[in-house]
């Protein structure tokens, strides 16, 4: 109960402390990297601030992993090797954004206090000798970090370099199922629900006769099977994460300057948060995005990042971490860039909206687990090739950064994304998932399902934003996408099939308005409310691997006429069937629908198509709510994107994707192309070399 106080409490000082912010406004883009002099051999500090200069960096971020410095002993306090450290940067122009550093707690801290690391699901125990082993909601962890906290922005609030505050690093509840966080999810659901009698009639617990009498009978979280359950403990815990990065910064607000912002670096992949509850008290959203290099560095991870984050605040963003050379925690993934990866990279980041641009990191480390997550400089500490290419980077944004930064960017496609059908759909999976780059096979909804409609949608050169379930902003857009909407209320499947009776284009995925907000299935026939939008009705469904669509009705090749994993047995009332399985028992069932509902149409996928026939499928989505524009004439691997500047003027992103030079006519209003500081003409045959980009500014 304590606990439960003092968060709440804080987060009410959160409010108090920080109305919301206006966007920030750049005048140039940033460009730095993470810099830890502190892991360095030898003292090198005046070496690296002058290299720095030399290379053009803006921007470096602190201090984020380094609270045994800042407090070696309980209660004693050092700050002089951070302040010289500050003091070398201001000096060289280099401004910097501050991390509190509570996400590796000091081993004093867990020696003297052991129960504040996690204990995990079924008895398993965190350990110290890793970072993010706490308990985030433990009272005496939270008394520590506070206190830390507090010490530094006394310290540092007033230090001319900094410009900005990271609250934590990439925080999630890290799979906390402490006793303690039991107890607060009790609290938190006697708030919610009322009463246990509530919560038997909307999680079933008649079924196994699981029904509780008082709250006195909750059960803990291991061994649970209950949906319900935890659908809530999974959005519980994302709450928690939010609560504790807003406590965080309402800390941060009580000493920062009106001219300094907050932020937290987010990772893209993550969904044990919930991002929006996140950033309220956040001035601007931060992401770090790691990706594939060489042959495959495809930009899908960091147009995906780019755009989830920019639609959370509606706004630009920043990016904090991002592939320098290397990234592994070992060395069986070392896969250096190409030349001008680089450099493209970072005007990928900037076309989908990013105003900072920040290598994890300066050096790379001589020790411990991130030995080979390399960083601009390498192990020897000397100019490199990456040195070189960072370089030229940020020279070229000194001359014409201006015209980039603050890009406005206007897209009228959105992707609905559920954290609830995410967790839905990992409580009662319906395939296999597949493995991600970080090796891991959850998140099936996100990584595979949303991520095909992104992939698909940035290869054909289609901008997109995200819309989120709590103020989905349908209105704003003429094609809205809805992955797999496992879990949704009533509320919002009305609102979806009012946007396609006002005209609204809708391309729906199968599962769509099966359970309601408590992952109970609704009890009419499946589609529940969506039933007049989609115009069909069905009462059965089944696995199966692979089939093709008989007759192969989008035109692609034999090996992409395919269909996976899942078919609901449609019965079309007012919808049209636009494809059919080619199987003797599934035929007779449409795999794809299309029905116009008022002045709008929804087509519904009722299976799991492949990438080419749901590039065909978008392509004629497009097609019918008039967006197709000439950028629809290039694919991958030539990707534009494109924005309007701070003079309003219209800014063009060009990208080759591949180790091939490659021609296209530009179709848009002639410009000057900023690289080279030549004019263009519509219509002009424009070269792009391998792993390059052109970028014009309309006149």
């Known amino acids: 109960m304590k606990k439960t106080f003092f968060l709440m409490t ?33 003292d090198r500090l005046a070496e690296d601030v002058r290299m720095m200069k030399d290379a053009g960096i803006s921007v470096v971020r602190l201090g984020e ?33 501050l991390g509190t550093p509570t996400y590796s707690m000091p081993a004093w801290l867990w020696h003297k206090h052991p129960e504040v690391l996690v204990k995990y699901e079924r008895g398993q125990q965190a350990y110290y000798g890793i970072r993010q082993n706490m308990d985030i909601t433990n009272p005496t962890f939270l008394f520590y970090a506070e206190r830390i906290i507090r010490k530094m922005m006394a310290q540092y609030a007033k230090h001319p370099a900094i410009i900005g505050y990271q609250v934590d690093n990439e925080t999630t509840s890290y799979g906390v199922n402490n006793y303690d966080f039991q107890i607060s999810f009790v609290d938190y659901l006697k708030k919610k629900f009322g009463t246990t009698e509530a919560l038997n009639q909307l999680w079933g617990l008649n079924y196994w006769g699981m029904t509780m009498n008082d709250w006195d009978e909750f059960p803990p979280r291991d061994g649970i099977t209950n949906t319900g359950y935890k659908l809530e403990w999974e959005r519980f815990k994302r709450k928690t994460v939010a609560d504790y990065l807003s406590w965080q910064a309402s800390i941060v607000n009580e000493y920062k300057r009106k001219d300094q912002f907050i932020t937290h670096c987010f990772m893209p992949s993550v969904q044990d948060i919930d991002q929006l509850a996140s950033s309220r008290f956040m001035d601007i959203m931060s992401v770090n995005i790691y ?18 984050f920019r639609s959370v605040k509606r706004t630009n963003y920043l990016v904090t971490e991002t592939n320098a050379q290397t990234i592994g925690w070992d060395s069986r993934s070392q896969y250096p860039p190409y030349d001008g990866q680089l450099r493209m990279n970072v005007y990928a980041h900037l076309g989908s909206g990013a105003n900072m641009v920040e290598y994890w990191h300066w050096h790379s480390i001589h020790y411990g687990q991130e030995t080979y997550w390399k960083g601009v400089l390498s192990h020897d500490l000397q100019p490199n090739r990456a040195y ?16 980039l930064v603050n890009l406005k960017i206007k897209n009228k496609v959105a992707i609905l994304f559920s954290h609830d059908s995410n967790a839905g759909l990992n409580i009662m999976p319906f395939k296999n998932a597949k493995a991600d780059m970080w090796g891991s096979a959850s998140n099936v909804y996100r990584n595979e399902l949303v991520g095909q409609f992104h992939r698909v949608l940035y290869r054909n050169n289609i901008g997109v934003d995200f819309v989120f379930p709590d103020d989905p902003h349908l209105s704003d857009y003429s094609l809205v996408i809805i992955p797999s909407l496992y879990i949704a209320s009533d509320k919002l499947l009305q609102q979806i099939s009012e946007y396609v009776k006002n005209g609204g284009q809708v391309v729906m995925q199968f599962k769509s308005g099966f359970c309601d907000e408590n992952s109970m299935v609704r009890p009419v026939m499946a589609p529940g409310p969506l039933r007049a939008a989609c115009g069909f009705y069905y009462q059965e469904f089944t696995n199966f691997g692979e089939l093709s669509l008989k007759d192969n009705p989008f035109g692609v090749a034999d090996a992409e006429n395919k269909v996976y994993d899942w078919a609901e047995y449609l019965i079309p009332e007012t919808a049209k069937p636009v494809a059919f399985y080619d199987h003797p028992q599934f035929r007779k069932y449409p795999a794809i629908t299309i029905n116009t509902y008022g002045k709008g149409t929804l087509l519904y996928e009722a299976t799991s198509v492949s990438d080419a026939i749901q590039e065909k499928i978008l392509l004629q989505a497009l097609d019918r709510a008039g967006l197709t524009t000439p950028d629809q004439q290039l694919h991958w691997p030539l990707i534009t994107k494109s924005g309007t500047n701070d003079s309003g003027k219209k800014i063009h992103y060009y990208y080759n994707y591949s180790s091939q030079e490659a021609t296209f006519d530009y179709p848009h209003k002639a410009g000057m192309e900023l690289t080279t500081n030549k004019s263009v003409e519509t219509g002009q045959k424009l070269d792009i070399k391998p792993w390059d980009v052109l970028i014009i500014e309309e006149k």
């Open 291 to 308: 990706h594939g290099s060489q042959d495959k560095l495809t930009g899908d991870e960091i147009a995906f990042a780019g755009d989830f």
């Open 65 to 97: 992993s380094t609270w045994s410095l800042f407090e070696p002993q309980e209660g004693e306090f050092e700050f002089d090797w951070m302040d010289r450290i500050l003091d070398a940067l201001h000096k060289a122009g280099i401004k910097v954004i």
């Open 388 to 403: 070189i290419e960072v370089s030229k980077t940020a020279h070229e944004l000194q001359k014409f950064g201006k015209k």
């Open 10 to 42: 804080m987060i009410c000082l959160a409010a108090i402390f920080n109305s919301q912010a206006q966007p920030l406004k750049f005048t140039n883009p940033l460009y730095g990297v993470a810099y830890y002099h502190e892991y360095m051999p030898t």
